[in-house]
Nanobody, 122 residues
């Protein structure tokens, strides 16, 4: 059984950086992609970054150029490096694994972590 556990969230000043980690226990199907999602209070969940098989990546326009998704295979950990953070990045961040889909909003969904909160103050 696959388990995903996020860490690394917390308070940060606008313009700062945070790196989120997602520890992966169990075997994720090799055909699955992995992604990061976020949900702010009163808003729908938003897909923000995906890492596909073959190392292709996809980002939401809202984070493109500021966030980077990566995976350390040997440590079985997924990362999200977040730079130049803005107050509108405040949200609960989730990592997930699931079937690949072309659209970020549909991709990498099936197995979810419990989330880690990022709060950006101005």
């Amino acid at each position: 059984q696959v388990q995903l556990t996020e860490s690394g969230g917390g308070p940060v000043q606008a313009g700062g950086s945070v790196r989120l980690s997602c520890a992966i226990s169990g075997r994720v199907w090799s055909s699955y992609c992995m992604g990061w999602f976020r949900q702010a209070p009163g808003k729908e969940r938003e897909g923000i970054a995906a890492l596909y098989t073959g190392d292709a990546t996809l980002y939401a326009d809202s984070v493109k150029g500021r966030f980077t998704i990566s995976r350390d295979i040997t440590r079985d950990t997924l990362f999200l490096q977040m730079n130049d953070l803005k107050p509108e990045d405040t949200a609960m961040y989730y990592c997930a694994a699931g079937p690949e889909r072309r659209e970020l909003r549909d991709a990498c969904q099936g197995i979810w972590g419990q989330g880690t909160q990022v709060t950006v103050s101005s």
